[in-house]
């Protein structure tokens, strides 16, 4: 399977929008859905990544909290491809942004794999 790539603009303004990408060609087919994950700065280990949003392969979004209502999720299954538009940004938003593959494993959770490189995000004031 490829690994997922991710990209968007380098940076946003807080309060104002931006548009991640995720090309995951064989991966958006391959498990049971695909998700948006942000790592903080300062954190370093994989396991420190928050989850942000996920979409199942029927189309069932979910969001954080905090995200709910000003972040949308979608993909284009034609063109492998996995979006994350963020609107009213905040400062506390910024890090590294990873799309992944949802799996499920054998206690029957989907768990994020096959993790793309990530995108930097800094949301300045």
């Known amino acids: 399977q490829v690994q997922p790539v991710e990209s968007g603009r380098g940076s946003v303004q807080a309060g104002g929008s931006l548009k991640l990408s995720c090309e995951a060609p064989g991966v958006i087919f391959s498990g049971c859905g695909m998700g948006w994950y942000r790592q903080p700065p300062g954190k370093e280990r994989e396991e420190e990544r928050e989850?942000?949003?996920?979409?199942?392969?029927?189309?069932?979004?979910n969001y954080a909290d905090s995200v709910r209502g000003r972040f949308t999720i979608s993909q284009v299954n034609a063109r492998n491809s996995l979006y994350l538009q963020m609107t009213s940004a905040q400062i506390e938003e910024s890090g590294v942004y990873y799309c992944a593959g949802l799996f499920e494993n054998s206690a029957h959770q989907r768990v994020p794999k096959l993790w793309g490189k990530g995108t930097q995000v800094p949301v300045s004031s």
């Open positions: 989850e942000v949003s996920t979409i199942s392969t029927s189309g069932n979004t």
